[in-house]
């Protein structure tokens, strides 16, 4: 039996590589899935990449309480229920060093990733069915301190870990688990800019760097990610909360 027959999935973010990787693998399972991002058109063109009767999308700022449960309730409306709520939204923060770091920056970056957390947390947890799940794309960057020339990034990431863990907790007599999934280096074009900027700084060539310092030798995929994000999404993880899964080629082992 296919492991999401059925049931719903919303996924910000929904743009991007990961989003439609996660998408992708979710509908093959049987799922329908709601794609939620800030841009109409990128949705758009990652709907019709898709392919399935079983896609709708909705413009979204993650930060914005209103927006989100405008959306969730879109969902919760043309499918009758949300199963799961991927909280995949994010921005790649600024490079820089810590005495040169812009304020603005910080205060983006931690708005987008810790308060996109918590609001998934806080309106998805009035929409989800019991034995639901709420999946937080965090990162490497939530449990190492990083290179230092995006401190933003990585508080940001560090946030997302204590937003699940206190949302798994509060959730948990409900059945609804919490989980984040911390990937290490991705090959997109998300991390791709991180790298650049990052290199700039060092001097050195920081993705030949990594992929040395990775123990698989290589950065991640998105359909690695996905993989990951469809266990936690189905019943395989239904023993799985307040969980912080390392998806990194063995960077932390």
């Known amino acids: 039996m296919a492991m999401l027959k059925d049931k719903v999935c919303v996924i910000s973010g929904g743009a991007g590589s990961i989003g439609r990787a996660a998408a992708q693998r979710f509908l093959k399972e049987g799922a329908r899935v709601m794609l939620l991002d800030l841009n109409q058109r990128a949705l758009d063109e990652a709907a019709a990449a898709l392919k399935s009767d079983n896609v709708a999308v909705a413009v979204c700022n993650v930060t914005d309480s209103r927006q989100v449960d405008a959306a969730l309730a879109a969902a919760h409306s043309r499918w009758g229920r949300i199963d799961v709520v ?116 060092t001097g050195v060539n920081v993705t030949e760097q990594l992929n040395r310092d990775i123990p698989l030798k290589r950065h991640g995929t998105p359909d690695e990610i996905a993989g990951v994000a469809l266990f936690l999404a189905s019943d395989l993880s239904s023993y799985v909360t307040g969980a912080v899964l390392m998806v990194d080629g063995g960077m932390m082992s």
């Open 86 to 201: 991927f909280s995949n939204a994010g921005n790649p923060g600024h490079i820089a060093t810590l005495a040169d770091y812009p304020e603005d920056a910080f205060d983006r970056t931690m708005v987008i990733h810790a308060r996109g957390a918590f609001l998934a947390c806080k309106v998805g947890q009035k929409y989800l069915e019991r034995g639901g799940s709420i999946v937080i794309t965090s990162s490497l960057a939530g449990v190492r301190g990083g290179g230092g020339s995006n401190i933003a990034y990585v508080a940001a990431k560090h946030a997302q870990i204590g937003i699940m863990r206190a949302a798994a907790r509060s959730l948990a007599g409900r059945g609804i688990r919490v989980n984040t999934i911390n990937p290490g280096p991705v090959d997109n074009a998300f991390q791709t800019g991180i790298e650049i900027g990052m290199s700039k700084i």
